[in-house]
């Protein structure tokens, strides 16, 4: 086990009907004015927006109303965000939204607390010493920022997409009501339910022993995720479907299933040159992935996979050889993001990159030769190339 | 699923030689001046006094020490404490040692913050709106206090024992090296492997429905517990078994294992009233009444029981009806108390109590008729007798 920190200075309200409860809490972490911030029309439409202003107002808090931030949120709008912040004497930051309007409040926060353009964070041309207070209303299972330390911005100019950690960023609240995650498409859930899934397995694939704790929650938090996943897969309102899955949203990027492993995030960090390229849902691209990728490294410790496909994927002790229940277990995980419509090759995802897209993708990814990526085993751009060719 | 709140703002920072990091993180949380409160000899033995001291002075933070705090803290030494603060301008608490140091330190900060009498709060004669910070160095891994919201004290006058949790007094970090744990006597261990244990089983047996990831995180912590415990008997030195227990042993009390469950928590207060009349360690005593209670209430919901022998003591599924996996799931746990040398009776205990001490207990537990115990099955005066008498 290596040292490790852990840190979640979040608190979690979660349940039925929660949202009432934004204005109380806002106050109660220090607000005094407070920008509300959401993405497009579903959070309105939905009553949502109606009755989270309304506990804001309920609690003598006035606020301003910011809308429109994108998926990969975008640089203009955070500055936008940070201007009006300035104008009105906003001093807390309530996100009302899926992962990207979490991370879009983030942000704001830093430009907003250090009065400079946030992009200087991101691009690692400074390091923050702060940020304007944060609460989240997530409406989706996936992302994970509502208990986590980064976010990831895209920058107009160039289209540049670029992750931030900082325990400065997490969230003072998070209030989590499962019902506004049951209307979303089955699509949408599914990209989720594999986003929870690889936070986790991104975690887990790393060559630390004793790590019997946090292995062991891994695992079960990706079970609970897989059973949760195929219930939604027929009863998509299933209150407490959703409830699992939502909270193991939460638990797999908060650190929690990482403590004391250095884990591998090499498929996050593929993926993530596909969505800059192409424009793909990051769990859809994710699963697209992640079996070349792990065909591509198992043989660093085939052990530990075998581990996985027996204690995760439910594969039999008595299936072969250490190297064949490896595989079978790989093949399982494939047999399941199939099972709830995920695509498991590049094709199936419907991208077809060209030889010199390829290379393009698998050079950015490793910063023109700057980095490497993966901690399972070390990748350079030719291993990265490999993968996507595997992935076809 | 019930609704839940899940609030754990104590920064980790767990492994190797982390106590010298004491001085950065009191001073990163605000200290100024530092009141070290520790129990007897062992912590000034070991040396470990000596280095917190060492990094509180690089740090450049002045600091007073306040030793002797005694298994069941006192409520004395708390006053002692506050006025010592009070006279020093101290305006942080380290505690360095096990639970009763860190639960002495919840108490000397809510008397320092409200400059009151702190046995107000835990007589529920008022409740707490702030308490001085609070950092944790703990040095047995068994009551969780370094993470919990909760602190038990007596008072000396008339030798009351009570309990009071808020989530003001959280600490502020905890500071957790596995080393520290590696001389403790075996006794002790196996104490606090089942106090472990036993934080998690009361938040796991509860009836509520769909609690499926809270549940097999607590089940993962369990297997994972149990099986530490038994290298450690062989091993006491291994680190690496001392790391699992020690991580196991906050995140079993600190919330996580009973997110959206009531819990029953009957075994603790049944326990409680062992050790107000006898002189027993708590985690002993947990084991001697543990399996009583558990036969007394496990028809409630055989179930669950079985659900608990399969999944945690690995009690084949075959193994008969629903009651028969329960009762051998019971079996099995009493069965592990025995081979970490835990008492599985009153009298392997070695507490005998006449009939008119049974029946006192059992009288103090409910407060005399003003309360009844446990959520699992809600248990009056008659029925502790019956465990009580079962547990002979």
Redesign the interface.
């Known amino acids: 086990?290596?040292?490790?920190?852990?840190?979640?200075?979040t608190?979690?309200?979660?349940?039925?009907e929660?949202e009432k409860r934004a204005g109380e809490l806002a106050k109660a972490f220090g607000a005094s004015k407070v920008l509300v911030h959401y993405g497009g029309g579903s959070a309105k439409k939905s009553g949502l927006l109606d009755r989270v202003c309304d506990s804001l107002a309920e609690a003598g808090l006035p606020y301003v109303l910011l809308g429109g931030v994108v998926p990969n949120p975008r640089l203009g709008l955070v500055k936008e965000g940070i201007e009006l912040c300035k104008k009105e004497g906003v001093d807390f930051l309530l996100a009302v939204g899926g992962g990207s309007v979490i991370d879009s409040a983030k942000a704001i926060g830093y430009g907003l607390y250090h009065n400079c353009d946030p992009w200087l964070f991101y691009d690692r041309k400074a390091t923050a010493t702060g940020c304007t207070p944060i609460g989240a209303i997530p409406t989706i299972a996936a992302a994970g920022s509502e208990m986590s330390d980064s976010s990831v911005i895209t920058n107009e100019d160039g289209w540049l997409k670029r992750g931030y950690s900082s325990d400065y960023s997490r969230c003072r609240f998070a209030i989590m009501n499962p019902e506004l995650t049951c209307s979303l498409p089955p699509y949408q859930t599914s990209c989720g339910c594999t986003d929870i899934l690889m936070h986790t397995m991104e975690r887990y694939f790393s060559h630390e022993?004793?790590t019997?704790?946090?292995d062991?929650?891994g695992?079960?938090?990706m079970?609970?995720v897989m059973?949760?996943a195929h219930v939604l897969m027929e009863d998509p309102q299933n209150y407490?479907a959703r409830?699992?899955i939502m909270?193991?949203g939460s638990?797999s990027h908060n650190g929690?299933t990482g403590?004391?492993t250095a884990g591998d995030w090499a498929s996050h960090q593929i993926e993530h040159e596909l969505g800059g390229m192409f424009d793909v849902a990051h769990g859809a691209g994710l699963a697209a992935v992640w079996g070349s990728w792990a065909r591509y490294v198992y043989q660093e410790e085939p052990e530990k996979f075998a581990h996985f496909a027996i204690h995760v994927m439910g594969v039999p002790a008595d299936s072969g050889t250490t190297e064949e229940t490896a595989l079978a277990g790989i093949r399982a995980m494939e047999d399941f993001f199939r099972s709830i419509n995920m695509p498991v090759s590049l094709s199936e995802l419907g991208v077809h990159p060209t030889d010199d897209q390829i290379r393009e993708m698998a050079q950015k990814c490793v910063f023109f030769g700057q980095r490497t990526v993966g901690g399972f085993k070390v990748l350079h751009a030719e291993d990265i190339e490999k993968i996507y060719r595997m992935a076809l």
Chains 1, 2 share one sequence.
């Open positions: 086990m290596l040292n490790f920190e852990y840190y979640t200075p608190k979690v309200v979660f349940g039925k929660t022993k004793h019997e704790l946090t062991s929650i695992e079960a938090l079970r609970t059973h949760n407490d409830a699992e909270w193991a638990l929690l403590c004391g």
